[in-house]
């Protein structure tokens, strides 16, 4: 298994451009979250979803959607991208099981 | 709003010392705690977890302990290693699927 994998590693983008963070896993997962890191802070939860076609907001959803038309991908949008969004971004799984969450290598994003 | 967090966001410890790292939790009613570790340029790493049921977990040089009384877990690497170089977070089970996680402890291992 590959686990949780993001695709692009790192990005710069300029202000008002909109991008898309991939995120797959390939561990058949019902629940994938999606977090932001700011410099020297833990994560905070920007969506979440608890199976395909289910998504619903976390603590800091403004300024992001996300879909989930299946089990594998979680992708997030980003559509007006603004300079307070500069962080690096970790998708999250876990299977209904557990309530542990293994997650993606991140994507580090500058906006500037 | 309650909230998981750290003591201190950095620790040096010596090279096969023990390392203790603390974490308060003021939600009495949170029945789920996991430490991750963090390497620098890497997604957060599962570590150890532990249910309210318990008061200790150990895994392989790793022991959870909660004290539910003062709301309180900590994390004990033994005989620390310089792969042990990295943050180390604490998260509570927030319900609702959902994990609330703390700012970090940075630990550094001396040589």
């Known amino acids: 298994n590959a686990g949780v994998t993001q695709t692009p590693k790192f990005r710069i983008l300029k202000i008002g451009q909109s991008m898309t963070l991939q995120c797959t896993q390939d561990?058949?997962?019902?629940?994938m979250y999606w977090y932001r890191q700011d410099p020297g802070m833990g994560l905070k939860l920007i969506y979440y979803?608890?199976?395909?076609?289910?998504?619903d907001k976390g603590e800091v959803p403004n300024g992001y959607n996300v879909s989930r038309s299946t089990t594998e991908d979680f992708p997030l949008r980003l559509e007006l991208a603004a300079p307070s969004q500069t962080s690096v971004y970790f998708c999250?799984?876990?299977?209904?099981?557990?309530?542990?969450?293994?997650f993606g290598p991140g994507t580090r994003l500058t906006v500037l | 709003g309650e909230s998981v967090g750290l003591h201190l966001p950095t620790l040096s410890v010596q090279e096969g010392d023990n390392s203790i790292i603390n974490c308060a939790y003021s939600?009495?009613?949170?029945?789920?705690f996991i430490w991750y570790k963090q390497e620098s340029g890497k997604g957060p790493q599962f570590i150890i977890d532990?249910?309210?049921?318990?008061d200790k977990r150990q895994g392989q040089r790793v022991t959870v302990l909660l004290n539910k009384t003062v709301k309180h877990l900590s994390l004990q690497i033994a005989a620390t290693q310089p792969g042990d170089s990295a943050v180390y977070f604490c998260?509570?089970?927030?319900?609702?699927?959902?994990?609330?996680f703390g700012a970090g402890t940075t630990v550094t291992v001396r040589a």
């Open positions: 999250a799984s876990r299977p209904v099981s557990t309530d542990t969450q293994y």
């Open positions: 561990m058949n997962h019902n629940y």
């Open positions: 979803s608890v199976g395909a076609g289910i998504t």
């Open positions: 939600n009495s009613a949170s029945d789920y």
């Open positions: 532990i249910r309210s049921n318990m």
């Open positions: 998260a509570e089970n927030k319900g609702d699927y959902k994990l609330s």
